[in-house]
């Protein structure tokens, strides 16, 4: 079945405990992004990666670092977190530019 | 700048009744445009998209979205609502030449039997 993975889908941490989320896909896309769900903002992009070794920032890319080191795998980590990354986060891949994006089911992350 | 703009929060409609989610778009050059859904505790799918052609465009689960060029819109429609389409609705423009999707806030649809 074509996918996106997310891992963990809850997270609870604490401030300044480092963090990953992982992402995988199975459907060979080249394009991946990470994006954050908060109410009444909707989704904003953290980062995206047009392919493998190639990643460029989103609009809110502070406090997040990503890596693109093989085409399925696109983690998200946060090296330092603090409360106002508690969010929803997804991540999302797709085939071509006027594709539409297939979403993982989401990283409910809690930073007290 | 490219932005798109759902003005309602939320819409409620009975059950067999038509249902509109509206969305407004401002880009520069061709507007590329798309509806996903999203449901509880799921990420989130697509329904339909706009690239070009008809400006009527159908999608999954039986809705549909009108793109009208003058009044920059691409509402969603469905003609007969049904309780399982309540759900998280976000409308989205592609923007700029790495495809980025910028989305609105979400309209949350609740249908009422």
């Known amino acids: 079945e074509a996918q996106v993975t997310q891992n963990p889908r809850y997270l609870i941490t604490v401030t300044g405990k480092k963090l990953t989320v992982t992402c995988s896909q199975n459907?060979?896309?080249?394009?991946m992004s990470w994006y954050r769900q908060d109410p009444g903002l909707g989704l904003r992009q953290i980062y995206y990666?047009?392919?493998?070794?190639?990643?460029d920032k989103g609009d809110v890319p502070e406090g997040y670092k990503v890596s693109r080191k093989e085409k399925r795998n696109f983690p998200l980590i946060l090296e330092s977190p603090s409360p106002n990354q508690t969010s929803l986060y997804f991540c999302?891949?797709?085939?071509?530019?006027?594709?539409?994006?297939?979403f993982g089911n989401g990283t409910r992350l809690t930073v007290t | 700048a490219q932005s798109v703009a759902q003005p309602e929060d939320q819409v409620n409609v009975a059950e067999g009744n038509p249902l509109t989610v509206k969305c407004t778009y401002s880009?520069?050059?061709?507007?590329?445009l798309f509806w996903y859904v999203q449901y509880p505790n799921r990420g989130l799918q697509f329904l339909l998209k706009?690239?070009?052609?008809?400006?009527l465009v159908k999608g999954s689960y039986g809705f549909e979205a009108e793109f009208n060029k003058s009044q920059t819109s691409f509402h969603l429609k469905k003609p007969s609502a049904l309780v399982s389409d309540s759900a998280l609705y976000f409308c989205a423009v592609r923007a700029g030449n790495t495809g980025k999707l910028i989305f609105g806030q979400g309209t949350t649809l609740q249908v009422k039997p």
């Open positions: 990666s047009m392919n493998v070794e190639v990643t």
């Open positions: 880009v520069s050059g061709n507007p590329y």
């Open positions: 706009y690239i070009t052609g008809d400006n």
């Open positions: 459907m060979n896309h080249e394009y």
């Open positions: 999302a891949s797709r085939r071509g530019e006027n594709s539409p994006l297939h």
